[in-house]
């Protein structure tokens, strides 16, 4: 699974509500961002939720 996060992030914090373990504040800029470290694996539910309830359209769940 790869997660593409587009550039329109608005900071509504959404994807971070749904799945904190993979979505985090980036607070140098007040956006959202992808914690690389995150094991997506374990997630995979919730980063589809987030993906589903963004606003924006801003995140990507890419699957083989």
């Given at each position: ?6 550039k329109d ?14 979505f985090e ?28 309830i963004c ?10």
């Amino acid at each position: 699974m790869r997660i593409d996060f587009g550039k329109d992030c608005i900071g509504c914090g959404a994807c971070v509500g749904a799945c904190p373990e993979v979505f985090e504040f980036d607070t140098d800029v007040y956006k959202v961002k992808v914690n690389i470290g995150a094991d997506f694996s374990q997630h995979m539910a919730a980063i589809r939720e987030a993906a589903d309830i963004c606003p924006v359209g801003n995140i990507k769940v890419v699957e083989p």
